[in-house]
């Protein structure tokens, strides 16, 4: 087999009670898959763990905001400048950090009504990688060590103007692997490397709804009413994870400005990093009511030269308990045998890796080849493949 160019992940998490990703409502999120309800976790929330899992380093994930314009504003008005001049600095750096194909003049910028500072706040996320912050830094300690004048003012926002804040200079590794959207700017869109499906159950899900009272603690008034009623939701399940990597994309987008040492310790790392956070990092919603905590009790790892495959198909068929009641020895079996036929009906023939954690799935008294009981010698496993 040739390198490969494609990492596709398979996991399965058993996940006691909980409410980790919520709906309008309150409720756990659903989705009918099979003409029967499942849960589900959403891709975004998905991402968002995994980027803020503590595993992955602050200084290579990127910022997602609408308040880069704030900041620079109360800089500058703490410094001394006049507020128009610093309104005017703010709305030219969310214009050059994607928010406007042109940054805006003074005049444009009195027109706008920016008369709190709410009114400041990009009218859409912007993605702001860890570089493009130190490039802002640098250029507002020079604006800061110079006059406060409306002349000092304009020299700096001619200066974005001309030199511009988004660079494709080294990508941080977010944005390597999830992308980054500028609309107004195109040429500094990146085409996320990995891609991460919403996580469902094997099987048919209920949400259900607890009823719950505090004390009245003080008791002033000698009263037996608690002090708080309320309904919370949940549900429980054995949920279907899918993500996968375009590896030779992750490369690329990781390239400009680093040597090819430089770009494989990244994607290794990247790699390790989602490999863990998938199996470790879940949505932290209502995590203080029901403490979710579970990792990963199955995980495959393919390594192939063609398409990433996602199995939920396996679960077309809701699972069902055997006469013993588990769920997760079946929804492993039910991942297992979709695999094997799936790779076998479309002559997949890279390298397959496994991760059992799970005891009544293991088979003998020693992981078959290719199976691995160990978590860090799994992550290692498939880290040396990616890098064949």
């Not at 309150?26 to 849960?39: C, D, N």
């Not at 905001?65 to 005017?88: M, S």
């Not at 890279?350 to 005891?359: M, S």
Request: proline letters at 4%; aromatic letters at 8%; charged letters at 25%.
């Amino acid at each position: 087999m040739s390198a490969p160019t494609t990492l596709s992940l398979h996991l399965l998490l058993a996940v006691p009670p909980h409410n980790m990703n919520r709906d309008e409502d309150g409720r756990p999120k659903t989705v009918v898959f099979g003409e029967v309800l499942r849960g589900r976790i959403s891709s975004q929330a998905r991402k968002r763990a995994l980027r803020f899992f503590a595993d992955f380093p602050e200084g290579l994930r990127a910022v997602r905001t609408r308040e880069l314009g704030i900041r620079v504003c109360r800089r500058l008005v703490e410094a001394g400048f006049a507020g128009e001049l610093a309104k005017w600095a703010a709305l030219a750096v969310s214009a050059a950090a994607g928010e406007s194909d042109r940054i805006p003049a003074f005049d444009d910028a009195k027109k706008r009504k920016v008369q709190r500072e709410q009114d400041l706040r990009s009218p859409q996320g912007l993605v702001v990688s860890r570089r493009e912050l130190r490039g802002l830094e640098e250029k507002l300690e020079r604006l800061l060590a110079g006059q406060k004048d409306a002349k000092a003012v304009e020299a700096w926002v001619e200066d974005l103007k001309k030199n511009g804040l988004l660079t494709r200079d080294e990508v941080d590794l977010d944005i390597a692997l999830f992308g980054r959207m500028v609309a107004a700017r195109p040429e500094f869109n990146v085409e996320a490397a990995a891609s991460v499906a919403h996580a469902i159950t094997t099987h048919a899900f209920a949400v259900e709804a607890d009823y719950f009272s505090a004390g009245e603690e003080l008791n002033v008034l000698g009263e037996t009413g608690a002090a708080i009623t309320a309904y919370a939701f949940f549900g429980t399940g054995v949920y279907y994870q899918h993500a996968s990597v375009h590896l030779r994309l992750l490369r690329d987008n990781l390239r400009n400005g680093r040597t090819a040492e430089e770009v494989e310790e990244l994607v290794e790392q990247g790699i390790r990093l989602l490999l863990r956070g998938l199996a470790f990092a879940l949505p932290g919603g209502r995590r203080g009511a029901f403490a979710h905590h579970t990792p990963a009790i199955f995980a495959l790892a393919d390594l192939d030269d063609g398409p990433a495959v996602n199995l939920a198909t396996a679960f077309l068929e809701p699972v069902r308990a055997g006469e013993d009641g588990d769920l997760a020895t079946a929804s492993i079996e039910r991942l297992r045998s979709f695999h094997t036929v799936l790779r076998t009906s479309y002559g997949f023939d890279g390298t397959t890796l496994a991760f059992t954690a799970w005891p009544p799935a293991r088979r003998g008294n020693e992981p078959p080849a290719g199976e691995f009981w160990n978590w860090p010698a799994f992550e290692d496993a498939v880290a040396a493949a990616v890098r064949s």
